[in-house]
């Protein structure tokens, strides 16, 4: 069965760097996107970007564009989501997740990881 | 981007009820919308997509329906283990959005 894992949890100070991860197993990775979707405390779900791991193309969301780097290594079945300088804002459990659809539409998302709380405090 | 809301917020109601949750796009959006079921502390499922295609494995009391702006979930017959937050989300633009989420409870 198609398979996600993410890294642990972390707790960042502001201003830090941070990657996360996002392993894919079970099925061809390099073929699917793979997406990133954050959900802060006690909130709904945002769509942030997408990557297709075969060439990194990348679609970010316009809300965080210029704020997150989304990137994938398909020699190890992996996808990252990257901060340069964190913000107490950045609170939120990520999830990784497979985006499928139909040529020419958009995607929707049929397999979740199991999400990586990330806690940014001074 | 496409906005989606969702309508209510909170739903309250008893084992064996119908329910129906509503999701409405700003633009038209075809049959190009899914649902996700979200359980406290798990992350999202995925229940229904191009509007009222169930996933595999997804109880057949889950049912989808709409096109265009409004759709609709229902829960034909409540039971214990649907208490979670739904979300809808479009998939006509490759960047989704989803909607606020409605809250079940019984």
């Known amino acids: 069965e198609v398979q996600l894992v993410q890294s642990g949890a972390e707790v960042k100070k502001p201003g830090e760097s941070l990657k996360i991860s996002c392993k894919g197993s079970e099925y061809s990775f390099s073929r699917y996107w793979i997406g990133w979707v954050r959900q802060m405390p006690g909130k709904g779900l945002e769509w942030m970007g997408i990557?297709?791991?075969?060439?990194?193309?990348?679609e970010y969301s316009p809300s965080f564009q210029g704020q997150v780097s989304i990137s994938a290594d398909k020699s190890i079945n992996t996808a990252y989501l990257q901060w340069s300088s964190l913000m107490a804002s950045d609170t939120a459990i990520y999830y990784c997740?497979?985006?499928?659809?139909?040529?020419?539409?958009?995607?929707?998302?049929?397999?979740w990881g199991q999400g990586t709380l990330v806690t940014v405090s001074s | 981007d496409i906005q989606m809301t969702q309508s209510p917020s909170t739903l309250s109601a008893s084992v064996g009820d119908r329910v129906t949750i509503t999701c409405r796009a700003r633009q038209s959006i075809s049959r190009y919308l899914a649902w996700y079921q979200q359980k406290p502390g798990k992350a999202p499922k995925l229940l229904i997509y191009k509007a009222s295609s169930l996933q595999s494995g997804v109880p057949s009391r889950f049912s989808g329906s709409g096109s265009g702006t409004e759709f609709t979930l229902t829960i034909s017959s409540l039971q214990p283990d649907d208490v979670a937050t739904y979300y809808c989300q479009q998939h006509k633009s490759n960047l989704g959005t989803f909607g606020g989420g409605t809250k079940v409870e019984i």
């Open positions: 990557i297709y791991p075969d060439d990194s193309d990348t």
């Open positions: 997740a497979r985006p499928v659809g139909v040529a020419g539409t958009g995607f929707y998302f049929d397999y």
